[in-house]
Every structure is written in C-alpha cells, then in structure tokens.
C-alpha cells in the first residue's frame, strides 16, 4: 500500500542540539526558519512574465504552499521585490525608489530575461537588467520562465534567507553594495 503523504509542508529542523524535550539551536537559525518560511513578496511585473507570475499564485502551482501567498502592494510591508517584465529606463527610477522604500532586510529576484538583461529587447529604450538599478539576489532565466522555474527561484530566496547572518546588514561589505547602488 502506497504511503499518504501529509497535504501540508513540514518545514525542516534547522541544526542544532536535541535531547528528550529539548532542542537548541543558535538565534540565527530560527529567525532564519520564520523569515524564509513568511517571505512578504512585491510582484512588480510590467509585461507577459507578469502573466506567469499570476499562474505560480493561481490554485495549480499556488506559491502560497510556501508560505508566501500574502502579495504586497506596497513596498514597506514587502520583504522580496520580484521584477518580471521589460523595463523601460525612464521606469528604472521607479523600481530604484521601490527598493528603497522596502524596509530590510530585502531581497530582490529578477524573473524572466527582460528582468535579468533587457532579453530580446537591445535597444536604447529598455534597461538591460535591473542590477543596473537594485542589487539582485537571484535571477530567474526564461522567456517567459515556467511556474516551475519561479517557484525554483523563490526556493533559492528561502535559501539565502534561511542561511543568512543576522549581521549580514550590518556588515562594511553591505554597506558598499548599497553605497555602489546610491542607497543610504
Ligand atoms: S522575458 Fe520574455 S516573456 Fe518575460 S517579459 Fe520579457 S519578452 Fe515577455
């Protein structure tokens, strides 16, 4: 007989120490595990990636099984701007002041080739990829991507997330990224 399997994700314990009743684990950790596991995403989508966008929230891929199907409008309740679509330089402006407005910590996927480089879009008009405007944390190829392909992103974010350092934002390194990027 074929085993069930529960409908629900049962997230991972993170390292640590465990004994009967007790388990230990550093501060870093469990930040990490509620962080990755409640991630805040503002969908800035401009053209058709957008649109597959909709089917990775829609019931068939439903994004929400990982913990994230509270979509942001606005960028001081987000913590994952997600940049699907061509972007025109004169909008380069807008998802600069997007980012900053985004409380941190933040992070940043660039779905779909429009996004990550200009795709088939080499022309004087559109940005050739938003890490010319807003540090990029992972960069989603495609165009468009599959669902599939978005969902395997956003995995890579809970990643980063559940293993970053809690003094990673406050690091020099950090800092000179943001200075690199003309963000106080
Ligand atoms: S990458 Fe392709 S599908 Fe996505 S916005 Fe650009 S042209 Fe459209």
Same mark, same amino acid.
């Given at each position: 007989?074929?085993? =069930?399997?529960?409908?629900?994700?049962? /997230? #991972?314990?993170? +390292? !640590?120490?465990?004994?009967?009743?007790?388990?230990?684990?550093?501060? +870093?950790?469990?930040?990490?595990?509620? $962080? *990755?596991n409640s991630i805040w995403?503002?969908?800035?989508?401009?053209? @058709? @990636?957008?649109?597959?966008?909709?089917?990775?929230? !829609?019931?068939?891929?439903? &994004?929400? $099984? %990982?913990?994230?199907?509270?979509?942001? %409008?606005?960028?001081?309740?987000? +913590?994952?701007?997600?940049?699907? !679509?061509? =972007?025109a330089k004169k909008m380069?402006?807008?998802?600069?002041?997007?980012? #900053?407005?985004?409380? #941190?910590?933040?992070?940043?996927?660039?779905?779909?080739? @429009?996004?990550?480089?200009?795709?088939?879009?080499?022309?004087?008009?559109? &940005?050739?990829? =938003?890490?010319?405007?807003?540090?990029?944390?992972?960069? /989603?190829?495609?165009?468009?991507? $599959?669902?599939?392909?978005?969902?395997? !992103?956003?995995?890579?974010?809970? +990643?980063?997330?559940?293993?970053?350092?809690?003094?990673?934002?406050?690091?020099?390194?950090?800092?000179?990224?943001? *200075? *690199?990027y003309r963000i106080a």
């Amino acid at each position: 007989m074929s085993e =069930i399997k529960p409908a629900y994700n049962v /997230v #991972e314990t993170p +390292d !640590g120490y465990s004994a009967p009743g007790l388990f230990a684990t550093s501060l +870093d950790k469990v930040i990490g595990l509620a $962080r *990755k596991n409640s991630i805040w995403p503002l969908p800035f989508a401009t053209s @058709c @990636c957008g649109i597959e966008f909709m089917a990775t929230m !829609g019931a068939h891929y439903d &994004l929400g $099984r %990982f913990g994230a199907e509270r979509l942001s %409008f606005s960028p001081r309740q987000a +913590d994952l701007l997600m940049v699907m !679509g061509t =972007i025109a330089k004169k909008m380069a402006p807008i998802v600069h002041q997007v980012y #900053e407005q985004m409380t #941190e910590p933040k992070w940043v996927i660039a779905v779909g080739a @429009c996004a990550a480089s200009g795709g088939i879009f080499d022309t004087y008009s559109v &940005l050739q990829g =938003i890490d010319r405007v807003v540090p990029v944390d992972v960069y /989603v190829p495609g165009c468009p991507p $599959r669902p599939e392909q978005i969902i395997e !992103g956003f995995l890579k974010i809970q +990643d980063l997330v559940g293993n970053e350092s809690l003094r990673r934002r406050y690091s020099p390194e950090y800092r000179e990224l943001l *200075k *690199k990027y003309r963000i106080a």
